[in-house]
């Protein structure tokens, strides 16, 4: 995302191939391999305020095999390795020059954060960094299985595994590896779905005021996902924290001070329309209901996701869409809470 790179060489733990040892014991290669390039720790690490572990009496002070990270990534033969902090660890793949995506550049699978009790991968963590979120701050439990993420900048509104009406577990797991438009329908991460993002103290463009406020800014979780599916188009599978597409808060915002975020809103009827212009990039989202007004029959409902860029906030739209998706719902009537989607249709993915 545009920031300034940087290599942390320190000790890590076991690289997970078949015939490693157990990591927490003799955790072969723990004190003498060392990883060169991954430019995502040193963001990761200051912006959650992690600190390296260190051996007691030949012992680690935290178990890293205990986290939902560690379950989801690492087994026998994945090529998985982790840096250990004293609350959570971070998971990224072996470095590996024949594969572009596992070059010095490649991204973080997935952080557990022990304080609050936080898992992140997939959207749920790029949301966190492009959004510019910054620190963990707690976890808050909702009605109906939902959860809030607290950021020290925002929050992650989500629908926890097995919660009802939410994803199961499994079908979180067979969305682990998932970068495409399917993610954009139902936005999965380990914690869950993603609903929306909240953005705290935004730039908002109001277009019936003709006026720009700071407020709170909520970008819906497919939005998210979309931005998210659109960065690994653009870039083969191969962008990370800080190498990005499309651009993050954090490089116009700095400290987080004066948020940067430019969104722009737009409700007329039975349509709605929001677009966020990244550094780089802009992405926008619209929905427009068809029928179903004041008619108990069947109804349709648009749902229209557009990249385009360079971001030009002045220009008040998308200048040229790179990809597009859409998504068609139909519902059998206005009461009906539940509708049938098709499959999302996307080009230029």
């Known amino acids: 995302m545009a920031l300034q790179r940087s290599r942390w060489w320190a000790a890590v733990g076991c690289v997970v191939v078949a015939g490693c040892a157990s990591p927490e014991g003799d955790d072969v290669g723990a004190s003498a391999d060392e990883v060169v390039g991954v430019g995502d720790l040193a963001l990761l690490e200051r912006t959650f305020g992690l600190t390296a572990d260190r051996r007691v009496n030949g012992s680690w002070s935290r178990d890293v095999t205990k986290g939902p990270c560690y379950a989801a990534y690492v087994r026998a033969g994945s090529a998985v390795e982790y840096r250990r902090y004293a609350k959570g660890a971070a998971f990224f793949e072996?470095?590996?020059?024949?594969?572009?995506?596992?070059?010095?550049d490649r991204p973080v699978l997935c952080v557990d954060l022990d304080d609050p009790g936080i898992s992140l991968d997939g959207v749920g963590l790029d949301?966190?960094?492009?959004?510019?979120?910054?620190?963990?701050?707690?976890?808050?439990?909702?009605?109906?299985?939902?959860?809030s993420l607290e950021f020290q900048r925002g929050r992650l509104h989500v629908r926890v595994p097995g919660a009802a009406g939410g994803p199961s577990k499994e079908e979180v797991a067979a969305r682990r590896a998932?970068?495409?438009?399917?993610?954009?329908?139902?936005?999965?991460?380990i914690g869950g779905e993603l609903l929306d993002v909240t953005v705290d103290a935004a730039k908002?463009?109001?277009?019936?005021?003709?006026?720009?406020?700071?407020?709170?800014?909520?970008?819906?979780?497919?939005?998210?996902?979309?931005?998210?599916?659109?960065?690994?188009?653009?870039t083969g599978s191969a962008f990370s924290l800080t190498r990005d597409p499309l651009g993050a808060l954090s490089v116009?915002?700095?400290?987080?001070?004066?948020?940067?975020?430019?969104?722009?809103?737009?409700?007329?009827?039975?349509?709605?329309?929001?677009a966020i212009y990244f550094p780089i990039a802009t992405v926008s989202e619209a929905?427009?209901?068809?029928g179903?007004?004041?008619?108990p029959g069947p109804a349709t409902y648009t749902r229209t996701f557009r990249l385009g860029g360079p971001s030009n906030p002045a220009l008040g739209y998308v200048s040229r869409a790179e990809i597009a998706c859409e998504l068609v719902t139909t519902y059998a009537s206005v009461e009906d809470q539940v509708g049938a989607a098709r499959p999302i249709a996307c080009e230029g993915l």
């Open 94 to 104: 072996r470095e590996d020059d024949e594969h572009r995506e596992r070059g010095e």
């Open 127 to 147: 949301a966190v960094f492009r959004f510019d979120l910054g620190a963990a701050l707690g976890r808050d439990s909702a009605p109906g299985g939902e959860a």
């Open 178 to 189: 998932d970068h495409g438009a399917t993610l954009v329908e139902s936005p999965l991460f």
């Open 204 to 234: 908002v463009y109001e277009p019936f005021s003709r006026t720009t406020v700071t407020r709170t800014f909520h970008a819906s979780g497919s939005l998210a996902a979309f931005a998210y599916v659109a960065a690994y188009a653009k």
């Open 252 to 274: 116009l915002s700095g400290e987080g001070d004066a948020r940067a975020l430019r969104a722009q809103e737009l409700g007329d009827g039975p349509g709605w329309w929001q």
């Open 287 to 290: 929905g427009y209901f068809e």
């Open 292 to 295: 179903g007004m004041g008619d």
